[in-house]
């Protein structure tokens, strides 16, 4: 069964100073994936999506994320963090269909 | 455009009694999809509309879910009677194509006490 592992919960990360975020997939073919972030209050937005081609995937808000295959990992990353970008995020991976499978989430804590 | 709309935003009601959470998707969406995070855990998928058919409800946890979409527009998710393991964000997606992005609602906040 597909599934996504995110292994840190909460993060947090000086404004200014860069981010990753980690996620491992498992799944049995090439896989499709997914960065959502959640902002209190708000709905699950979509940063960047990974489908076939170039391994680094360019999405919006500055975000970027780097398809592994060898190490079945899809991290999020941001040279620069805002105060602005605390929220929490979710990688995913289309599954069966057209759904989505995805992990726990990580929660983005930014000092000033 | 209009986003996904998901209401109401917060509802507690008590063990037993009957909830219906309306999801409207953005217009001219044929897809439409019901994910349910509870607390702690990861986003679930429920079940996925193609217009006011249901093209996989196999995440749909119990017959208590009751998950409908006449005339393929807006969708309505009723749960009856609620137990207190219902508690947790719901999200309604939905999407023009089956392999589009997916475009959440805000989602609707459920507590059973």
């Known amino acids: 069964a597909q599934s996504v592992t995110q292994p840190d919960i909460h993060i947090t990360v000086s404004e200014g100073a860069s981010l990753e975020l980690r996620c491992n997939y498992s799944?049995?073919?090439?896989?499709?994936l997914f960065w959502y972030v959640q902002s209190p209050g708000q709905g699950l937005q979509l940063l960047l999506k990974y489908f076939s081609g170039d391994t680094l995937v360019q999405g919006i808000k500055g975000f970027e994320a780097e398809f592994k295959r060898s190490q079945s990992s899809f991290n999020l990353r941001k040279p620069s963090v805002h105060w602005s970008d605390a929220a929490e995020y979710f990688c995913a991976v289309l599954s069966g269909y057209s759904t989505l499978t995805f992990g726990k989430g990580t929660m983005l804590l930014v000092s000033p | 455009e209009a986003g996904v709309t998901q209401f109401p935003s917060h509802s507690v009601i008590e063990k037993g009694q009957t909830v219906t959470l309306r999801c409207d998707p953005i217009s001219g969406h044929d897809n439409l999809y019901w994910y349910r995070r509870v607390m702690g855990k990861e986003i679930k998928f429920l079940l996925h509309?193609?217009?006011?058919?249901?093209?996989?409800e196999s995440g749909m946890p119990n017959n208590r879910f009751l998950a409908e979409r006449t005339g393929g527009t807006y969708s309505t998710l009723k749960v009856q009677p609620a137990e207190l393991e219902d508690s947790g964000v719901y999200f309604c997606?939905?999407?023009?194509?089956?392999?589009?992005?997916?475009?959440f609602g805000n989602g609707t906040r459920l507590t059973v006490t």
């Open positions: 799944y049995g073919a090439t896989p499709y």
């Open positions: 997606a939905s999407s023009r194509l089956p392999d589009s992005p997916l475009h």
């Open positions: 509309f193609v217009k006011e058919s249901k093209q996989d």
